[in-house]
Nanobody, 121 residues
Framework: QVQLVESGGGLVQPGGSLRLSCAAS????????MRWYRQTPGKQRELVAAMSSGGTTNYADSVKGRFTISRDNAKKTVHLQMNNLKPEDTAVYYC???????????????WGQGTQVTVSS
């Protein structure tokens, strides 16, 4: 069974920083793309950042220049460094990964349980 577990959320003042982490465990051959999404009540989940196993990154326009995604393929972890946080960054942040459980298996999407980030003075 594959599990993704996030950590690092919390309360931070505007302009502050937080670092989110996500650790994958279980029967994993490889994780292709790892992503961070966020969701606020009443809104659709939105893609924040993504990173391929080869290092290609993609960011939402709203976080470019402030957030940085990184990953350690060997440790099966992904991180999101969030700087200059704004109140509009307040959301539940979810980790997502396209996981292959074998070399000839198609990837399947897995989600973490989410971690709350609140930006407020």
């Amino acid at each position: 069974q594959v599990q993704l577990v996030e950590s690092g959320g919390g309360l931070v003042q505007p302009g502050g920083s937080l670092r989110l982490s996500c650790a994958a465990s279980g029967s994993i051959f490889r994780i292709d793309v790892m992503r961070w999404y966020r969701q606020t009540p009443g809104k659709q989940r939105e893609l924040v950042a993504a990173m391929s196993s080869g290092g290609t990154t993609n960011y939402a326009d709203s976080v470019k220049g402030r957030f940085t995604i990184s990953r350690d393929n060997a440790k099966k972890t992904v991180h999101l460094q969030m700087n200059n946080l704004k109140p509009e960054d307040t959301a539940v942040y979810y980790c997502n990964g396209d996981v292959r459980i074998g070399p000839f298996r198609d990837p399947a999407g897995y989600w973490g349980q989410g971690t709350q980030v609140t930006v407020s003075s």
